[in-house]
Nanobody, 118 residues
Framework: QVQLVESGGGLVQAGGSLRLSCAAS?????MAWFRQAPGKEREFVAA????????SYGDSVKGRFTISRDNAKNTIWLQMNILKSEDTAVYYC??????????????WGQGTTVNVSS
């Protein structure tokens, strides 16, 4: 089974940028980012396929966040721009067959915390 390890979280001011990475032990299923803020439901952020690099985004981040991948490094990134306080959450890397549709798979990373101050 693939192991996923996120990194890159931290504290950033509103309007700023942050880049998250997720290193996968191997390429298996399409990859995604989900996030969960305290007291809120888990939310789909973005997804990407290894093969063609097809992407999808949650409505709340479209136009601000960009997901990308490096197949040689088995790594996906989430470039987050124009960050808002409501982007504050724990961000989780995820792998699954239906992530492009916003449906989480069963393979999760440990999470990395993003705190946007205003």
């Amino acid at each position: 089974q693939v192991q996923l390890v996120e990194s890159g979280g931290g504290l950033v001011q509103a309007g700023g940028s942050l880049r998250l990475s997720c290193a996968a032990s191997r390429r298996t299923y399409p990859m995604a980012w989900f996030r969960q803020a305290p007291g809120k439901e888990r939310e789909f952020v973005a997804a990407i396929t290894w093969s063609l690099g097809s992407t999808s985004y949650g409505d709340s981040v479209k136009g601000r966040f960009t997901i990308s991948r490096d197949n040689a490094k088995n790594t996906i990134w989430l470039q987050m721009n124009i960050l808002k306080s409501e982007d504050t959450a724990v961000y989780y890397c995820n792998a699954g067959t239906r992530v492009l549709a916003g449906v989480a798979g069963t393979i999760w990373g440990q999470g990395t915390t993003v705190n946007v101050s205003s």
